[in-house]
């Protein structure tokens, strides 16, 4: 005969209750790695603009007229490099950050890892966003 009762087993080893508290009231997202992960993609993202800027990758010539500057081919691709480079730390940061999940099944975990990847892009876009359309944007103060 069997019974969903915990045995006395399960109550001794505790077995029975980490796998109900677990569940029932942990979070699958640890924002405080996601939005720790995206302030580092951004700040990251931030300092590789500005080494771009410094080797003239993504500045105007000093002969050209700003209405007439066109981001060159390196400046395209060195953006590109920004992003992921900013995106792939950040993410990894964000991973390692996290609380560790001991009874859940490894696929499960890849996948939480994903998404706490994605969420620090999608919050480190939004923190970029904000900056750029904000005062220092808009009036060039920053």
């Known amino acids: 005969m069997e019974s969903s009762e915990p045995t006395a087993l399960d109550r001794d080893s505790g077995f029975a209750e980490t796998l109900t508290t677990n569940e029932a009231y942990a979070s699958g997202v ?12 951004a700040a990251l993202s931030l300092i590789l603009l500005t080494l771009g800027t410094g080797l003239d990758l993504s500045t105007a010539p000093s002969t ?7 981001v060159g081919k390196g400046g395209i ?5 920004i ?3 900013a995106s792939a730390m950040g993410g990894y940061l964000a991973g390692r ?10 696929d499960e975990v890849y996948f939480r890892d994903t998404a706490h990847g994605f969420l620090v892009w999608a919050v480190g876009l939004v923190i970029t966003v904000s900056f750029l359309a904000g005062p220092c944007g808009r009036l060039s103060l920053c």
């Open 64 to 70: 050209v007229r700003l209405a007439d500057f066109t």
């Open 83 to 85: 992003q992921i480079i």
């Open 77 to 81: 691709i060195w953006l590109i490099i």
């Open 30 to 41: 640890s924002w405080a790695a996601v939005i720790v992960g995206a302030f580092v993609a």
């Open 97 to 106: 950050l996290r609380t560790k999940w001991t009874t859940i099944h490894t």
